[in-house]
């Protein structure tokens, strides 16, 4: 199928490094609404520029736009591209606002179009095979989970502009203003949610310690840079989340169940190892290294520009539309990860549970993960 890029921003750069591994997936454009980022990208990877979100809009070829622009430019990009009947893949979060997310998904589905959102990370060899040790019951019932997503300093002692491959910077205004909760936990939700099935009430604790971050945008204006939150999910599993832009890179996944441990170092690297520790077992036994589950399609993940296979969203959403069967990344998990993202960005200082309303039928797995 043909894609559309709107968005010649940094995280650009990752897509369309990752499309060249799906052989389903033709890149027909790119568009944005700086000229200058539009030729410079158009430049570095040879691709065809549109004029403008129009000009793809009416274009016959494309069947998928990917919807890279800023957050608050999702659900108008996400709209008139559906409305031009195009499948979408939007990046994260698809709504700032959980009934614009509810909204698109009607729009989608009255239209018969397919609309997922990222990030697919739970497509990836790392979560597969630590969904796969889950379901093999190799650790028991699970029981608890601790999940941290600390991502920074991102701005100490000063902000230093990272640049990307056809020189976008990182947004980092956007970044900040957005918060750390929208624009990372969805990494570790969408695990989550696939493994123990639809969150029934989260706890949340989050806040801006910081406000000093960036310079060019108001101290009013930050977003959230540090969370924690107690999930509950129907199937009995708690979860802890924490979330930040302050502490020292660490992604790692902890699952405790009534027989084991399984864990794994960091949810953004397809190809991280994944260690089991079966209990019991005499003191001091090493935790085993579990062979993981390849994808048939994808093979070197590790030869990626990026440790992140960002195209295999769009391959899922592609695959999915073509053969007739339901995305594994549906709508109505889509929404239910949006609903909980949204909970816990907005929990502030609540203290009590906020129930949750949104459902899904459980995903399948990878093919190559069974």
């Given amino acids: 199928m043909r894609v559309g890029i709107v968005g010649c921003g940094y995280v650009a750069d990752y897509y369309v490094s990752t499309l060249g591994g799906h052989p389903g997936l033709a890149l027909a454009g790119v568009a944005d609404r700086s000229e200058e980022r539009l030729r410079r990208f158009c430049a570095h990877h040879g691709v065809m520029p549109y004029s403008s979100l129009g000009r793809m809009l009416e274009d016959p070829s494309v069947d998928i736009i990917v ?137 949340a604790f989050t806040t801006c310690i910081d406000r000093n971050k960036s310079a060019d945008i108001p101290a009013s204006e930050h977003g959230p840079d540090f969370s924690v939150a107690c999930i509950e999910f129907a199937s009995g599993t708690l979860a802890r989340l924490t979330c930040s832009v302050l502490a020292e890179p660490n992604r790692a996944l902890r699952i405790i169940g009534e027989s084991g441990t399984v864990w794994a170092e960091d949810c953004w690297d397809y190809a991280a190892p994944v260690r089991l520790l079966e209990t019991p077992r005499p003191r001091g036994t090493a935790p085993t290294l579990v062979a993981p589950v390849r994808g048939s399609s994808i093979g070197g993940v590790q030869k990626l520009r990026h440790p992140m296979d960002f195209a295999r969203g769009i391959a899922e959403l592609a695959e999915s539309v073509q053969s007739g069967r339901a995305s594994r990344l549906s709508g109505a998990f889509t929404l239910h990860v949006n609903e909980l993202a949204l909970a816990i960005n907005e929990a502030g200082r609540m203290g009590a549970p906020v129930r949750l309303s949104t459902r899904f039928d459980s995903m399948a797995p990878m093919p190559w993960a069974l």
């Fill in 67 to 203: 919807n890279l622009t800023n957050p608050e430019s999702h659900v108008d990009v996400t709209r008139a591209a559906l409305e031009a009947g195009k499948h979408v893949y939007s990046e994260k979060p698809l709504a700032l606002r959980q009934r614009d997310a509810e909204a698109l998904l009607e729009l989608a589905a009255s239209r018969g179009l397919g609309l997922a959102s990222a990030p697919c990370g739970v497509l990836g060899e790392t979560a597969q095979t630590l969904w796969k040790v889950l379901r093999d019951g190799r650790i028991g019932r699970p029981l608890l989970v601790y999940a941290e997503l600390d991502d920074g300093p991102k701005y100490f002692p000063e902000y230093r502009p990272r640049i990307s491959a056809s020189g976008a910077l990182w947004p980092h205004n956007d970044e900040f203003r957005t918060g750390c909760i929208l624009e990372h936990a969805g990494y570790y939700l969408s695990w989550l949610v696939t493994f123990f099935g639809p969150a029934q009430a989260v706890t």
